[in-house]
Structures are given as C-alpha cells and as structure tokens.
C-alpha cells in the first residue's frame, strides 16, 4: 500500500470517528458536560480534513524527497489494536495504570525508543490530565485503588 493511500485511508477513518463521536456528544443531555466531547470532536476533524487536504494536494519539492516505504500495515494494526485494548483496560485497572501503560506503548510502538525520556513523560502527561479532569472538570475517571488513593491525597494536600 503506498503511503498515500494510507494517509487517505487514515484521514477518512478519522473524519468518520470523528464526526460520529461529535454526532454522540449531542445526546448528553447536559450542557456543560457535552461541552469537552465537542470540543475534542471538532478539533480531530478539522486536523483531520487538514490532513485530508494535504494528502490531496499535490506535491511541488525542490528536489526529491527520500524514497516512502509506504504504511506497514501489521505496525498500524499493532497501534489500533493497543487504542482498542486501553478503553477496556481502563475499566479493568484504572485510569492511571492503563494510561500510563498506553502512553509508554504507544510512543514506544511509533519508533520513539528512549525509555529514560519516555516513561517519566508519560507519568507526567498522565498525572497532569488526572489532575486537569478533576480539579478544573470534576470529571469522574474510571478508578482502581491507585486512582482513588491518589484523588484522596490530592483533595487532603493539595486542595484543602
């Protein structure tokens, strides 16, 4: 498969999630919940039709680039198939752990190979967003005992 052709395939498959995941956010009844789902929605879409436009548009170089190997279809398979196995691991382990994990093996799966970067990024990254969605959102995260331990301490240290 050329790599053009994955690019479109990638970009139409996130046009259409995209655009059903903003279809979806219209049936949360409250407003102010609604309002982060849409916000995530429209954003994937508009970098996805970008990108769409971009992989249709075609190419003036100078000079010519490097030669395109095209998509590996068992390395992208590899990748969907971690973001499948994370939304139930979520459920299974929290927040937290499978977050961690996900970042740690999806960076690792897209050719980023420096561990002692990669795993105190993705405790930071994922700390960071835990924190974001409950303090500033009052969201509730799918919890393991690590995530309501460190919710409790964050709310008797931090915030109190």
């Given at each position: 498969m050329s790599r053009q052709i994955g690019d479109l395939l990638i970009s139409l498959a996130f046009?259409?999630?995209?655009?059903a995941f903003?279809?979806?956010?219209f049936g949360i009844g409250d407003r102010n919940a609604s309002l982060f789902p849409r916000m995530l929605a429209w954003t994937v879409l508009v970098f996805s039709v970008w990108y769409l436009v971009g992989?249709?548009?075609?190419?003036?170089?100078?000079?010519?680039?490097?030669?395109?190997?095209?998509?590996?279809?068992?390395?992208f398979l590899a990748v969907l198939g971690l973001a499948l196995v994370y939304i139930p691991a979520m459920n299974f382990a929290g927040y937290l752990a499978a977050t961690a994990v996900f970042i740690v093996a999806g960076v690792y799966l897209l050719?980023?190979?420096r561990l002692a970067v990669l795993l105190p990024m993705s405790l930071l990254v994922t700390l960071l967003v835990f924190i974001?969605?409950?303090?500033l959102m009052y969201a509730s995260?799918?919890?393991s005992a690590l995530d309501n331990w460190l919710t409790e301490l964050m709310y008797r240290t931090v915030l109190s």
């Open positions: 046009i259409a999630v995209s655009a903003l279809a979806l956010s992989t249709l548009r075609p190419r003036t170089h100078r000079h010519a680039p490097a030669a395109e190997e095209g998509v590996d279809l068992v390395h050719g980023y190979r974001v969605f409950k303090t995260l799918p919890s």
